[in-house]
């Protein structure tokens, strides 16, 4: 199947200070990724719908000014979590729908973040 | 979206056959049902789609029935390894823009030896 890549599968940073999570899809074109945060023993939560060209739309809750997702080419979206406090701690979980071939969506092997 | 249900566990042994239902009552008739599987700490990976009626392949077997309120995940033959969390998502037209999935709570499938 498809590939898709997350980094950095784990990171750690202080409070305060912002942290960017890329999601790549490798062999494929992805015109739309979705980003979802997932707390442990929880199901995935989607954030947002991040869109080639264009600016994400966002679920309801969640604050685009904090969650900021670029999705600059077919290959690539970031996540980037801003002026980030511990409770932003959670496993982040990217996908990417594969243009074609049933538009399968394809997920990344998932970002834990711990904020100290 | 139409919301699903789905038992919160199940335990089964290795080599006998599982079946997870999930119903979603309020299903449209553009909707797909996927199921995806979920390891800890991993992203999860799709399993199997369907519209209706019987859909297999190599790893699983999704039974819906005529009426589309529920659907049959069938793991045959289950490994200490299918120990996961299985979701069943419902959602309309893959190929449609608008498309997105939309996760429930999930089934935790503990397989013992």
């Known amino acids: 199947g498809a590939v898709v890549s997350q980094h950095p599968s784990r990171v750690i940073c202080k409070s305060g200070t912002s942290v960017k999570i890329e999601c790549r899809s490798l062999d494929f074109q992805a015109t739309t990724m979705f980003w979802y945060r997932q707390f442990p023993k929880q199901s995935l939560m989607l954030m947002a719908t991040?869109?080639?060209?264009?600016?994400?739309?966002?679920e309801q809750g969640v604050e685009k000014d904090k969650f900021l997702i670029n999705h600059a080419s077919l290959t690539l979206s970031t996540l980037t979590v801003t002026s980030a406090h511990p409770e932003d701690s959670s496993f982040y979980i990217c996908?990417?729908?594969?243009?074609?071939?049933?538009?399968?969506?394809?997920f990344g092997e998932g970002s834990w973040l711990t904020v100290v | 979206l139409a919301k699903t249900t789905q038992p919160i566990s199940m335990d089964s042994y290795e080599g006998q056959e599982v079946n997870i239902t999930c119903s979603h009552n309020n299903i449209a008739t553009n909707d797909y049902i996927t199921w995806y599987q979920q390891f800890p700490s991993q992203g999860p990976r799709f399993i199997i789609q369907?519209?209706?009626t019987k859909v297999t392949n190599e790893v699983a077997s999704l039974f819906i029935p005529a009426d589309r309120k529920s659907s049959t995940l069938s793991l045959p033959r289950v490994s200490l390894s299918d120990t996961a969390v299985y979701y069943c998502?419902?959602?309309?037209?893959?190929?449609?823009?608008?498309?997105?999935?939309?996760f429930g709570s999930g089934t935790r499938l503990l397989v013992r030896p």
């Open positions: 369907g519209y209706k």
């Open positions: 991040s869109n080639e060209g264009s600016k994400a739309t966002y």
């Open positions: 996908s990417a729908r594969q243009q074609g071939s049933g538009n399968t969506i394809y």
């Open positions: 998502l419902v959602g309309d037209r893959p190929g449609d823009s608008s498309y997105k999935l939309i």
